[in-house]
């Protein structure tokens, strides 16, 4: 009797412990960076329910990127964080910047701050240690010359812990039928060989011009999209977040 009391407590003991196992068993964190279901209907409600600005107060938008876990660097060039530009500067005279909820965004910074919200990413400024004029023309004219002489101007600050990023968005303002000369100065002080880069550009009417091509010449080593976003500066307030989202939806991304 004692020996069959033994092997029933025997048997229900293993019940249990399988049991526990199977509880456990396939259990995952699902986000947006690795196709989980889950995590894909909870960016799309975000989408809905988030406005740019928010996003853009969820991560700082210079310096370091955040220490949140992501694969997602979005390193972009803007006006804004690159101009000391006074509190009450017009956004509708000043060409390249636009204000939303009394914010105000650069162009190519706006369209970052979506795809931030869209991706869930870490946001870098490209940021130049001398900063550029806040009259439009004079920024202009520096910019001209900058192009006209392939000038590298000097960063503020560089990605330190970029290894821990597999995709890279790239976003830039086309000035005068290229990227800003200090993009290039990020392009030759990064190296993003194994890395996915896809661009993002705002432009007059000019789209990308040679600048896929010319991120793929910096970076031979990385794999560069020629699906990129591109906004013209006069239909900034016509993009939507939806818009982003259903461009990202669309890229051949292994990590979404």
């Known amino acids: 009797m004692r020996t069959k009391i033994t092997a029933w407590i ?87 910047l636009v204000r939303k ?3 105000l965004y650069g162009n190519t910074q706006y369209i970052a701050s979506m795809i931030q919200q869209s991706t869930g990413g870490d946001l870098f400024l ?15 004219e520096q910019g001209m010359i900058e192009n006209r002489d392939r000038t590298r101007p000097e960063l503020a600050s560089h990605v330190e812990n970029l290894d821990s990023y597999d995709i890279v968005f790239l976003g830039f303002p086309n000035w005068y039928y290229d990227m800003p000369m200090a993009v290039y100065t990020f392009l030759e002080e990064h190296d993003l060989s194994g890395k996915t880069v896809i661009p993002f550009a705002t432009s007059g009417g000019g789209g990308f011009s040679d600048a896929i091509s010319e991120i793929q010449n910096q970076q031979p ?36």
């Open 10 to 96: 025997l048997v229900m003991f293993f019940v249990f412990v399988l049991t526990a196992c199977g509880k456990t068993e396939g259990y995952a964190d699902d986000d947006v960076h690795n196709g989980g279901q889950s995590g894909s209907e909870s960016q799309a409600e975000n989408v809905e329910n988030k406005e740019p600005e928010e996003a853009a107060s969820d991560t700082a938008t210079s310096g370091q990127p955040g220490a949140e876990d992501t694969n997602i660097l979005i390193a972009y060039f803007s006006r804004v964080g690159n101009t000391d530009f006074p509190a009450d500067v017009d956004a509708v005279s000043s060409a390249s």
């Open 101 to 103: 909820d009394g914010e």
């Open 126 to 140: 490209i940021e130049t240690a001398e900063k550029y004029p806040v009259d439009y023309d004079e920024t202009d």
């Open 221 to 256: 080593g990385a794999v560069v999209l020629s699906d990129g976003f591109h906004a013209s500066h006069s239909r900034i307030d016509d993009v939507t977040l939806q818009d982003v989202q259903d461009w990202i939806d669309g890229l051949p991304l292994s990590h979404k």
